[in-house]
């Protein structure tokens, strides 16, 4: 699949690779990271309102291995789906195919491990990913904010829900929709006190 999306890449996009276009540049750091942060307060009040912990995970002592994995897993995600797909479909066509673009790629490599459900979750939590990354050009946050929901969704063992899976997955998008929607306004809101 990477495989795939990586020849898509070269045939839409003008392959120049660089940090910057990329969005691993220090550019906008700051408003990166606070996007980025309004994503993961979400993410876990999301996590912790609808679906309570029910307890820890047995950490043990191997706690280094799924900490490392899950920093590798957003490092190469938000790489690959938030700054070279995302720049590739966004020069190749518009912003729009760069948001919604990424993020439905985002959602349909989830399908093998988490099912038509993983494609609608990644999918929505790609959104405002997308849209941050948008408004600021960089990833850092979005790596962070990616590998703490990650190491969450890991270490939390989550009680069941009354919901059943469609509400729940229609809840997950409405919100997620809303997020990308207060970051587009915060973004406008910033941008008018510079």
């Not at 790629?105 to 948008?134: K, N």
């Not at 059943?164 to 229609?170: D, G, K, M, P, S």
Request: hydrophobic residues 55%; charged residues 15%; aromatic residues 16%.
């Amino acid at each position: 699949m990477y495989g795939c999306l990586f020849l898509a890449c070269v045939v839409v996009g003008r392959w120049e690779f660089s940090l910057a276009g990329v969005g691993l540049a220090c550019k906008n750091i700051r408003r990166g990271f606070f996007y980025s942060c309004v994503i993961l307060l979400t993410s876990f009040a999301f996590i912790f309102i609808v679906q309570p912990p029910e307890g820890w995970t047995d950490i043990g002592f191997a706690i280094l291995s799924p900490v490392l994995f899950y920093l590798v897993v957003a490092l190469a995600e938000e790489t690959w789906f938030r700054g070279l797909i995302f720049k590739a479909l966004y020069e190749w066509r518009c912003a729009l195919l760069g948001v919604f673009g990424s993020a439905f790629l985002f959602g349909l490599i989830h399908i093998p491990t988490h099912g038509w459900e993983g494609l609608l979750y990644s999918l929505s939590i790609g959104l405002p990913y997308a849209v941050a990354r948008l408004k600021t050009d960089n990833l850092w946050g979005l790596i962070i904010a990616h590998w703490l929901t990650n190491l969450t969704d890991s270490f939390i063992r989550l009680s069941t829900t009354s919901l059943n899976v469609v509400w729940l997955t229609i809840l997950h998008i409405v919100v997620f929709s809303g997020v990308s929607i207060l970051i587009l306004l915060l973004d406008r809101r910033l941008h008018r006190k510079e």
